[in-house]
């Protein structure tokens, strides 16, 4: 059995770019996707700024850039009266190269990550291969698969998703809560910035009784709505729901073609730990959050970076030590800035109470209206506070 590798669980953009990275350290490595074709998954469009800054390591964002739409400002609405807040991300020039949102689906990413792995000598991908369970000895982990083959590696990084297989194997706890709602994203060409004044790309609208997302990618807009956790999922994902929804967002939306839609639940949880011995966590299989903010695949892929950095020098030589490292600095930021700021999003959307929406649009305004609160707002939004605090955590 071969061992001299690094073996990746999960093809989406978390395992990806921790496949290329590791490759560009001249690290072999191998990937596996249960999946027997690269997965499209539409649940993630925003790319933040610091990490298309990170990405450009590999001489791709220009490309991405290419294939999405960029998004100078983003909001929060009242459903009613429009605009509470409207940020211009701008404001960041001075902090990254790319002061805006990029609005790409994430299918778009693993693609030209895929590509530009191929291309490395002693990297694989393997389609249609599905991790059962790893386990660990002193010098070695072994992944097995569904079919019973037994493969060997240094290391095992898990980005294998909420249901990581690697996690459980490992009887590291997920903990957290589930929100008692499911979320349904459908796309659709509907052009809403035509009838909705001064919509933002990014808009994230509250109401007491139905608050929704609106998100514009390059070619749709993608509309997300929370829907009742006990409801028929056949149902909701029917065409005739799914236009009443379009319907009720605006009337002339439900004419338009439907090219997506996906219904999913939502939890806000972080692994215990990040780091096992040889089996590494990252991505979903490390923590997971609501999607309001973009922050999933975002710190996911900060994840990758961080790690396969550290574990690139524990290869040619660092002390192993040096990976509970990157457990300290992950886990405290998903802890103190990813978890709080998704929670805080999903509340402001969903309150019901008048006085405490009065209230939360109220900071609001008064945040957005001073330059200072409205630069530090975006840093944290952003993400790039978070990427600052890892770094200080020794």
């Known amino acids: 059995m071969q ?14 770019t921790a496949a290329l990275a590791l490759a560009k350290h001249d690290i072999p490595v191998l990937v596996l996707e249960a999946e027997p074709a690269l997965p499209r998954d539409m649940r993630a469009s925003t790319f933040h700024p610091p990490t298309m800054d990170l990405l450009e390591r590999f001489g791709i964002v220009d490309e991405l850039i290419g294939l999405g739409l960029r998004a100078p400002t983003w909001q929060f609405r009242d459903r009613e009266t429009g605009p509470v807040a409207t940020f211009d991300m701008n404001v960041l020039r001075n902090d990254t190269a790319h002061p805006y949102r990029l609005q790409c689906e994430q299918w778009k990413l693993t693609g030209i990550l895929h590509r530009e792995l ?3 000598p002693g990297a694989e991908v393997r389609l249609g291969a ?8 002193t010098d070695a982990a072994v992944v097995t698969m569904q079919d019973g083959e037994a493969l060997q590696a240094r290391y095992v990084i898990a980005a ?8 459980k194997a490992m009887n590291i706890e997920f903990e957290g809560f589930t929100y008692p709602e499911l979320f349904l994203v459908a796309s659709t060409t509907f052009p809403f910035e035509t009838v909705v004044p001064d919509l933002a790309p990014i808009s994230y609208i509250s109401d007491p009784d139905a608050w929704f997302v609106l998100l514009r990618v390059r070619d749709l807009w993608r509309v997300l709505v929370p829907v009742a956790v006990d409801a028929d999922r056949d149902t909701i994902l029917s065409d005739g729901n799914v236009r ?7 009337p002339d939306a439900a004419g338009h073609p439907i090219f997506h839609r996906t219904l999913y639940y939502v939890h806000q949880k972080v692994a215990a730990r990040f780091v096992a011995g040889r089996v590494l966590l990252a991505g979903d299989a490390a923590h997971i959050n609501n999607p309001l903010g973009g922050m ?20 040619h030589g660092a002390d192993a030590g040096l990976l509970q490292r990157y457990e300290r600095q992950r886990r405290t930021v998903t802890m103190e800035a990813v978890q709080q700021q998704t929670i805080r999003n999903h509340q402001l959307l969903s309150e019901r109470d008048p006085e405490a929406r009065a209230k939360s649009f109220g900071v609001l305004r008064e945040t957005v209206a001073d330059p200072a609160r409205a630069r530090d707002y975006l840093l944290k939004s952003s993400m790039i506070t978070g990427l600052r605090r890892a770094e200080s955590i020794k």
Do not use: F, Y
């Open 296 to 315: 999933g695949m975002n710190g996911g892929v900060h994840d990758a970076l961080n790690l396969t950095s550290k574990l690139a020098e524990v290869w």
């Open 118 to 120: 191929l291309q490395v």
């Open 130 to 137: 599905c991790a059962d369970s790893v386990a660990q000895g």
């Open 3 to 16: 061992q001299d590798r690094v073996i990746v669980i999960g093809a989406g953009p978390v395992g990806l």
């Open 160 to 167: 294998d998703g909420a249901h990581s297989a690697a996690r």
């Open 244 to 250: 009443d929804v379009l319907r009720r967002i605006h």
